[in-house]
C-alpha cells in the first residue's frame, strides 16, 4: 500500500484562493510587494491608516472573528505592523494595532 505524502490540510491562502497583489496600485506602502489571502488584505487597508486598533475593533470593523492569527501571518509575509500595550477600563491589559506611515515599524 502506498501512502500519500501530500500535507493532510492547507490554509485558503494555499489552496488557490483568490489573491490580491498588493504595491502597484497601493499609495500607502509602494514598496512593500506581495500576495495576500483575502483577510489579510481587508485587514492590511484597515490598519494601513496608522490609528490603532484592538482586536475587538478590528472584529466589529471587519466582522471576523478574531484577527490576530490574520496579523501574525502578514507578520510572517513582512508587513511592519507595529503594536502597543494599553490598560483596560477593569484592570486587564490589550493590545492596539496599527501600520506607521512611512512603514517603520
Not at 4 to 12: D, E
Not at 58 to 79: A, N
Request: net charge positive; charged share 25%.
Amino acid at each position: 500500500m502506498v501512502q500519500n505524502q501530500n500535507a493532510p490540510g492547507t490554509r485558503s491562502e494555499h489552496a488557490g484562493a483568490k489573491t490580491n497583489t498588493i504595491g502597484a496600485n497601493d499609495t500607502t506602502n509602494v514598496r512593500f510587494t506581495s500576495v495576500f489571502s483575502y483577510h489579510q488584505q481587508r485587514i492590511y487597508n484597515l490598519l494601513s491608516d496608522g490609528i490603532p486598533r484592538s482586536a475587538a475593533d478590528i472584529t466589529i470593523s471587519l466582522r471576523m472573528s478574531d484577527p490576530r492569527s490574520v496579523i501574525r501571518d502578514l507578520r510572517h509575509k513582512g508587513v511592519p505592523i507595529a503594536d502597543e500595550w494599553c490598560e483596560g477600563v477593569h484592570g486587564g491589559r490589550f493590545k492596539r494595532y496599527f501600520i506607521r506611515k512611512g512603514g517603520v515599524q
